[in-house]
T-cell receptor, first 112, second 110 residues
Framework: NAGVTQTPKFRVLKTGQSMTLLCAQD?????MYWYRQDPGMGLRLIHYSVGEGTTAKGEVPDGYNVSRLKKQNFLLGLESAAPSQTSVYFC???????????FGPGTRLTVT | GQQLNQSPQSMFIQEGEDVSMNCTSSSIFNTWLWYKQDPGEGPVLLIALYKAGELTSNGRLTAQFGITRKDSFLNISASIPSDVGIYFCAGRATGNQFYFGTGTSLTVIP
């Protein structure tokens, strides 16, 4: 039982490049989330999903897109990376019974 | 977006001392969560709280859901070196979104 996994762990992009971050969970949780964590800012919600095929915007959605084609996977895409998107990205999953939110190990992204 | 006020921002304590930190919000929450994050890792859930006044323990950690539903407290008793890290609170109102505090950095001096 791995919980929440994220790939890749590290990535360096040049400005304008695109990439997709993958989040997978094996807990059968309905809700999944993408956050970014920056020094002194805490965790900020980018997008989230309340079920397969659904997505919604969070606090800082600009420059990102997401898809939830399968219940266990939640993808975060950057179409044209910018230096302001340098951050650590965390995926999380939450069940509707307990609302306990479990996090993945994070992806450290640097955009040069 | 809503950010929770978490205090203190940082703490430097001697091994064996007790630690207290808290989170406050201007909104009422239905769920409070407390996390610990080590460098380079994701936040790890420590304690979840669901009712006003609820007091829940996890080993040396005890957390309380404030009576007003606008605050929560975390206490660590008899701190040890492995308690070092950043502690976050998170609150959920009625929807599916969680709001996070900016963290308390804990340093334990052996």
């Amino acid at each position: 039982n791995a919980g929440v996994t994220q790939t890749p762990k590290f990535r360096v992009l040049k400005t304008g490049q695109s990439m997709t971050l993958l989040c997978a969970q094996d807990m059968n949780h309905e809700y999944m989330y993408w956050y970014r964590q920056d020094p002194g800012m805490g965790l900020r919600l980018i997008h989230y999903s309340v079920g397969e095929g659904t997505t919604a915007k969070g606090e800082v959605p600009d420059g990102y897109n997401v898809s939830r084609l399968k219940k266990q996977n939640f993808l975060l895409g950057l179409e044209s990376a910018a230096p302001s998107q340098t951050s650590v990205y965390f995926c999380a999953a939450t069940g509707t019974a307990s609302y306990e939110q479990y996090f993945g190990p994070g992806t450290r992204l640097t955009v040069t | 977006g809503q950010q929770l006020n978490q205090s203190p921002q940082s703490m430097f304590i001697q091994e064996g001392e007790d630690v207290s930190m808290n989170c406050t919000s201007s909104s009422i929450f239905n769920t409070w969560l407390w996390y610990k994050q080590d460098p380079g890792e994701g936040p790890v859930l420590l304690i979840a709280l669901y009712k006003a006044g609820e007091l829940t323990s996890n080993g040396r950690l005890t957390a309380q859901f404030g009576i007003t539903r606008k605050d929560s407290f975390l206490n660590i008793s008899a701190s040890i070196p492995s308690d070092v890290g950043i502690y976050f609170c998170a609150g959920r109102a009625t929807g599916n979104q969680f709001y996070f505090g900016t963290g308390t950095s804990l340093t334990v001096i052996p």
